[in-house]
């Protein structure tokens, strides 16, 4: 089953009355990549609200509003309308785009929007007509998780059956002793991977709201797994990721279970990325294919080089949080390492084996799950298509195992930041290439950068428990 799609509002209230649909809900993407919503009764929903959409208070959504230009608008976008399989009764979603009410123009700070601006870049440069993005998203599925951020008690907990801790443990039923080992949970088959049902019911329910789904599997750490879905254009597919998460934290909840996409939640063990396949189009063929290393064209290799020369400013949004910088160390197949190869794993971008010359791609590997798809994957665009306006080198491939190289050398190499305080300045040294053509507004990027530095500042002001065993009897 593909995503709804309609030509006309008329065409869409059809629908919803053959289908007796109750409720319609409105979603749309925050600046930190959190799905909203608001939802209207289908006695309100009529021809003048799909034109004119809907206002609500744009000052109670972090980083957007002042409480003084508060009114902001959300219009519906009946190309992409999903059945919301978790509501009790009948609902519909439908992704919006948030507009200036004033103007009736689109809202500069809008995820969606900038995606659909990138989209648009890209054609007027001339370069290409379509960018495709594939991301495979990693998350983990805990039993139980108990968090303390109290002035006198800091702390968490999580469990799951998984864990190797767990090993010992008295269970009422018994301990069954199938488990993976520490990094030993790729590919695993039943009873150590037990949470094949939980994927496949998540699988099931993505292709019931659209989703073109392709697999699932048991990822490397303990309780983490993944759920691939197929390539799309960059706003669709930034449309996918947000039902993705959607789904797999809604069933993990009606699961008695809680699904979490932390770049970093348990320590000592793989994190969870995103990386995130990515081309260029011109007509029917890819741009990327060529004669040159891998296989791949000029014209990629410099997408390559516009990818590493802007990384670590792009971390700011494909790594956008505290947590992302837990996971880009060495040691877990975290790809630290700003360099190409077409086999190596701990290079930042690999270039796939592809079975034909349009399958050629890119993936860059430093993501996570936690990054606003919107944003990241017109962030990568916009670096990608600087690298080939400017025909920036990337460099020659690294084919070894990077983390193998003697110290010196891999100090030679550049890396991505090791801080979202470091990824936030190199924003703001760097970020005139996603100013191009208005993609990106310079008051997104402000108001991204005051936003993401508030949650720097908690972090780093509230003691960890690592400290006090480190300092308490100093």
């Not at 992704?95 to 004033?102: G, L």
């Not at 599925?141 to 090993?167: A, K, M």
């Not at 909840?253 to 000592?268: I, N, Q, V």
């Not at 189009?281 to 590493?308: H, N, P, R």
């Amino acid at each position: 089953m593909s995503a709804l799609s309609f030509k006309t509002p008329a065409n869409l209230l059809k629908f919803i009355a053959d289908n007796d649909i109750q409720y319609i809900d409105f979603n749309f993407t925050d600046l930190r990549g959190k799905w909203q919503h608001t939802t209207q009764h289908v006695r309100t929903f009529d021809q003048d609200m799909i034109a004119r959409g809907i206002f609500f208070d744009g000052s109670s959504i972090a980083g957007w509003k002042a409480i003084n230009e508060s009114d902001m608008g959300i219009l519906p976008d009946i190309n992409k309308v999903c059945f919301d399989p978790f509501a009790a009764q009948k609902t519909i979603k439908i992704f919006c785009d948030v507009i200036e009410p004033s103007t009736g123009k689109p809202y500069e700070c809008d995820p969606r929007f900038v995606a659909r601006s990138a989209e648009e870049y890209l054609k007027k440069s001339g370069l290409g007509d379509t960018a495709y993005f594939g991301p495979e998203p990693e998350f983990f599925i805990f039993e139980d998780v108990r968090i303390h951020t109290e002035q006198t008690h800091v702390g968490y907990s999580i469990d799951s059956e998984e864990l190797p801790g767990n090993s010992g443990k008295a269970y009422p039923g018994g301990n069954m002793g199938h488990r993976p080992l520490p990094k030993g949970g790729y590919f695993p088959e039943s009873p150590v991977d037990n949470s094949s049902d939980i994927r496949g019911e998540m699988v099931s329910v993505m292709q019931a709201m659209g989703l073109p789904v392709e697999k699932h599997h048991h990822e490397v750490a303990p309780a983490q797994s993944e759920i691939g879905i197929s390539y799309s254009t960059l706003v669709d597919c930034a449309d996918n990721v947000q039902i993705y998460k959607h789904v797999v934290q809604n069933v993990a909840h009606s699961y008695g279970k809680t699904a979490t996409f932390m770049p970093k939640p348990m320590f000592g063990d793989n994190g969870s990325g995103m990386h995130v396949h990515q081309s260029v189009w011109k007509g029917s063929k890819s741009t990327f294919a060529g004669d040159k290393y891998a296989g791949l064209s000029d014209t990629a290799l410099y997408y390559i080089g516009g990818i590493i020369k802007h990384a670590r400013a792009l971390n700011a949004f494909t790594n956008p949080t505290t947590n992302s910088y837990k996971r880009l160390v060495p040691g877990y197949e975290a790809p630290v390492l700003l360099a190409y190869s077409a086999r190596n794993r701990s290079a930042s971008c690999r270039i796939p084996m592809a079975h034909s010359e349009n399958a050629k791609r890119v993936e860059v590997r430093f993501p996570d799950p936690l990054a606003n798809p919107y944003l990241a994957f017109a962030a990568m665009l916009m670096a990608g298509i600087d690298g080939i306006e400017n025909k920036i080198d990337p460099g020659k491939a690294m084919d070894q195992n990077l983390y193998d190289l003697p110290k010196a050398e891999q100090d030679n190499i550049p890396h991505v930041c090791s801080s979202l305080r470091q990824a936030l300045d190199a924003l703001k040294a760097d970020h005139d290439f996603l100013l191009k053509g208005d993609v990106f507004s310079q008051t997104l990027i402000d108001s991204y950068i005051d936003l993401k530095m508030s949650e720097v500042e908690a972090f780093e002001t509230m003691p960890h428990p690592i400290e006090f065993k480190m300092y308490y009897s100093s």
